[in-house]
């Protein structure tokens, strides 16, 4: 059992590479504005950042806006995922609504998200709904040529000993397509994750006023650059966490599938 939870965490040593690379990545910081005393409104030094996190923490703020681009994030994937995944399951089963998707996944997929935040502000004001369809549209492509070119890589011999075997319909689905096309499907909703995370805040730079994005944007009208990069530190720390996630799914439903991790 303990065996088992070990291989499902990170490995000692990829914590140790990571926090190395955090830490040289901290110290050039700080040299940098240290020796060639860069004006803290440039740059300000990691003590400076670390200061206004816990000004923005105590004072409340951080927690409010931390939640808000978490409700989003978290609705908009739900929304897209779904939504991806169907559509991924239409397009590799049924040749007639693959016919009918694929064109618009194709030509779809290629506006990216930020470009519909302008009229999103039109649609939906500056309302959570606005950044909830910036999100599931960031998710929803993704995850369906992802689901789709997983299941259309199926081995045709499993699929057909399957079949020798009785096994369709619906014990198909579950007991062989979904096991076998599910690494590269979690691969899917990892890089949506992804995309989800960076189209919430880039939502929240316009039209917010709650959130990871609107803290960045006020702080900057303000010259407030600590404040600035503690918003982008929260960002970064949340995204790992985030990624990490996805990866310890994969890790528990298929472990017979490698992954990248630490």
Known sequence: MTGRIARLLPSPGGIASAALGFAI????????????????????????????LLEMAEAGSLRQDVLTSLSELAWGFLIGASAGLLAGVALARSRALGAFLEPLIETFRFIV??????????????????????VGYACVFVVAINTAAAIQGIDPLVLKAADMLGVRGWRLLLQVVVPAALPRILTGLQLALAYAWVSVIA?????????LGYLI???????????????????????ICFSQL??????????????SGW
């Open 25 to 52: 990545l901290v110290a050039l910081w700080w040299s940098t504005s240290a020796l060639f005393h860069v004006r803290a409104v440039i740059l300000p030094s990691p003590p400076a950042v670390w200061q206004a």
């Open 113 to 134: 998200p930020f470009s519909l935040v302008p009229l999103v502000v039109v649609w939906f004001g500056v309302s959570i709904a606005g950044k909830i369809f910036v």
């Open 203 to 211: 939502a929240e730079y316009v039209g917010s006023s709650a959130g």
């Open 217 to 239: 944007t006020n702080a900057q009208s303000g010259l407030e650059t600590a404040k600035v990069m503690a918003g982008m530190v929260v960002i970064g720390i949340l995204g």
């Open 246 to 259: 996805i990866i310890l799914a994969r890790r528990i439903a298929v472990p017979y599938a490698t992954s």
